[in-house]
């Protein structure tokens, strides 16, 4: 079949695909069993996905991955974003046997080559214009963390400074000057500045003026003596966080975050590895606001579901010696192939406008489902980087902190409570934006209603609903109680309203009968070890069931039986529209 009428089948056959019906014979019950059970005894306990996803796939195409047990999945993870353009795209496949077929190095360390030079051509061609003129390149390792590391060495090789500045529920990665920068660290060289969360507003206002308190904040630490922060090498953020769970930064707010750094000679790095590649509904999520960042951060995307992870800066600050940063793998010929076709395809089938129409459309749906099902607290996202905030609807609102734990007493009115990591401005103090004439102090804001507490334990029984119908979702944010949709940017509308249904018949069954669903997170205590005694268990815990080696439940060994238009599985109460 050639590469455009496997891409036209990909297309027809998707929406009715992924739908669980797929036969599992009595082999593949098998093989899939013993293969889990092996990854159980022999891998490590740091495996993540594998314990909420208890499947072994064994073929995909575009937005559908069938098991080894025979069941079809619709896959909105997106091997965490890296899939812009799905599984085994042709384009991509095209370009990956290309390269096989033409005797060309693998592996070429950090040479140039005619395939590294064509990925540089077209990644160039997609920058924002103000770094594309005056960019240079820095291959790195191939995981986006090394990328981090790269960004953050580069800051500090320029300007001789070491801080850095960072944002609550940012995620960077999982090496340690990049765990450093995220979030949940701690004992840390980094000053962690509040990022504007709309819902949980760690000043307990909300909106332009939450936002704007955030910046005057930034402003101050930078400016006041004695705040104890030294000047930094550099800011970094996300334009989107993802792993905080999917909160999109206000464009007003990443200028003027643009505008403090370039004040003030602080490189801005944006992490753009899971927004980048149209993701957003832009070809690179700072072009929303129309910033021009220093430093780009980029990968998952850009290697076409290949490991490639690259620093793109402006040339001034190229001040590094050589071999500063290397990597032995930094020369990946295949996935500089298959990310030349992704960003050639991604531009040229202007998939981030499709991103930007379509994810508008599930938000709305996915806002009105709110509406009916009190325990989706908040909807939101960018594009096709879409979240769900789940909450517990039998907690009265109260004040929380910026991580969705209730506060010992609610704050009086007025007040600002703080989030961890988060300073709280003083009451009525003047934010205004750079170039503002305005004088004299504000009135203290009046609160934002006050959320629920967040509710992991039902977005994970929502995530296990969804698997159980053939759909693949991701759990993040505070407590794990975002549920995450990363569909691939060739996602049709049908597949779209496939994806909707299923979640939307997830939430219900789990809202109708949340006996029969939730179970108490796992809390992963640490575990000792000691040489005389080998590694001691963490204390008892409440115990979730064993999914490790089971399949999703409430299915047949056969799968669900297939709706007649392919769009939902038969047999289950149908979600609202």
Known sequence: MSGAAEERETARSGAREGDGSAGADDDGRSLYEGILRRQSARESAARTYARSLPI????????????????????????????????NHPVVLEAIRKVLDSGAPLHALDLATPVKDAFVTELFRTLPPGLADHARVQFCGPAGTDAVEAALKLARTATGRTGVL???GAYHGMTAGAAEASGHASDVRVTRLPYPYDYRCPYGVGGERGAELAARWAESVLDDPKSGVPGPAC???????????????????????????ADRSIPLIADEIQTGVGRTGAFWAVEHSGITPDVMVLSKAIGGSLPLAVVVYRDDLDLWEPGAHAGTFRGNQLAMAAGTATLAHVREHRLADHAAGLGARM???????????????????????????MVDPESSPQAVSGTGVPTSTPAPSGAHPASSGAH????????????????????????APAPRPAAPAFAAA???????????????????SVVRLLPPLTITDDQATAVLDRFADAVAAVTRDPTGHLTVPAQHSPRRWSPARGRQPAPQQRQLPDRENQPPDDQSDDGPERADDGSRPTGRPTGPA
């Not at 559908?64 to 799905?86: H, N």
């Not at 003083?426 to 609160?447: F, I, K, V, Y």
């Not at 969804?466 to 794990?480: K, M, T």
């Open 56 to 87: 072994v796939p064994v073929r995909a195409r575009g937005l559908t991955i069938e098991g080894a047990d025979g069941r079809r999945y619709l896959d909105c993870l997106s091997g965490a974003g890296a899939l812009a353009l799905g599984h």
């Open 166 to 168: 960072a944002f609550t």
């Open 235 to 261: 800011m970094i953020l996300e334009p989107v966080q993802g792993e905080g769970g999917v909160i999109p930064a206000p464009d007003g707010w990443l200028r003027r975050m643009r505008q403090i750094t």
């Open 363 to 389: 938000l709305g749906r996915l806002r009105a489902l709110a509406g009916e099902f009190p325990h989706l607290g908040d909807v939101r996202g960018r594009g096709l980087m879409i979240g769900v905030e």
């Open 424 to 447: 709280p401005a003083p009451s009525g103090a003047q934010l205004t934006a750079p170039g503002s004439t305005a004088r004299g102090p504000r009135p203290p804001a009046d609160p």
């Open 462 to 480: 929502v995530q296990r609903a969804c698997l159980d119908r053939g759909l693949i979702v991701e759990l993040g944010g505070r407590h794990q």
